[in-house]
């Protein structure tokens, strides 16, 4: 049996005063503050919906994307399509609301009481919407384009990204939904090149993307497949059995990280490249959490 000691200065005696943490300050994507965006249909609020852990706080109050979320969502719309909260009762969404789930999220944390892994604001566009009449309120204008402009928006975008930070203090995984839309910039006469860009302000997006752990670009595209299967057919008296080829129309999503498209959209830091991660309809969050775990295993 060898045995091995270390000499001099080890890594758990250096700089004592300040303290020191052995560790690689890894996390899961559950824990991480991020940005998942794509075009409209895509599939961004089906991955984050199929997490188990997170509260998405449905800022479009629509319904969810499958028949069931494993998720909870608030709120969610009503038999009558107006929204309802988690009693069932009716509620007229404001910034207010969200500011109470955030006291409450946070008072959870801090008593340590059960409580979400992840919360998800879900989308970036619907939140400014009703930040917008919030930050009028604040200065005491009957509308958003009353207040001085620059002030207005510095206001708007800090509030924003405190709404996130701080809840990442308080040891919550936060996931902001933004939209990408597509356009074809010409090159020539007979040739043009596909761009995408987040529909949000330049401004809210060069103070957030240093801030995110990880962007998430998700793309979606139908597929045909052919299945075959063997069907009972009863010919002169007798039952056999023929082989019958169907072809079916499938929607396929993708966490898309290798896109050359979506260059600097997309960020992650993984050992190894993350490529491309197909998103299955069962189980899309648990896909990308094992693609992403084993991208980041030691080698």
Not at 140 to 164: M, S, Y
């Amino acid at each position: 049996m060898t045995h091995s000691v270390t000499h001099g200065s080890t890594v758990t005696s250096k700089y004592a005063g300040l303290g020191n943490a052995v560790t690689t300050g890894r996390t899961s994507p559950a824990r991480m503050l991020g940005l998942v965006v794509g075009e409209a249909g895509c599939g961004k609020s089906f991955l984050l919906q199929s997490h188990p852990g997170a509260y998405i706080l449905n800022l479009d109050e629509t319904p969810a994307v499958c028949g069931t979320s494993e998720a909870v969502m608030f709120p969610t719309p009503g038999p009558d399509g107006r929204s309802v909260d988690e009693n069932g009762k009716p509620v007229v969404l404001d910034w207010s609301a969200l500011e109470a789930k955030q006291r409450v999220l946070i008072d959870l944390a801090t008593r340590n009481q059960p409580r979400p892994e992840t919360v998800v604001i879900d989308t970036l566009g619907a939140a400014i919407r009703l930040l917008r009449p919030h930050i009028a309120k604040l200065y005491n204008r009957a509308r958003f384009t009353d207040v001085d402009g620059r002030l207005g928006w510095e206001r708007l975008f800090d509030t924003l990204i405190e709404f996130g930070t701080t809840l990442r203090r308080h040891g919550y995984g936060v996931y902001y939904i933004a939209h990408l839309s597509r356009k074809h910039v010409p090159l020539s006469e007979n040739q043009n090149v596909e761009e995408y860009k987040i529909l949000i302000s330049d401004g809210l997006y060069a103070r957030m993307f240093p801030m995110f752990d990880i962007v998430i670009p998700i793309t979606a595209h139908w597929d045909v497949r052919e299945t075959s299967k063997d069907v009972p057919v009863e010919i002169g008296g007798k039952t056999i059995t023929r082989r019958v080829t169907s072809t079916e129309k499938t929607r396929r999503h993708y966490c898309s990280f290798d896109n050359p498209k979506l260059e600097g959209i997309a960020k992650v830091r993984t050992l190894s490249p993350l490529t491309t991660v197909e998103l299955p309809r069962d189980g899309a969050w648990d896909a990308f959490c094992a693609a992403y775990e084993s991208a980041n295993a030691a080698r």
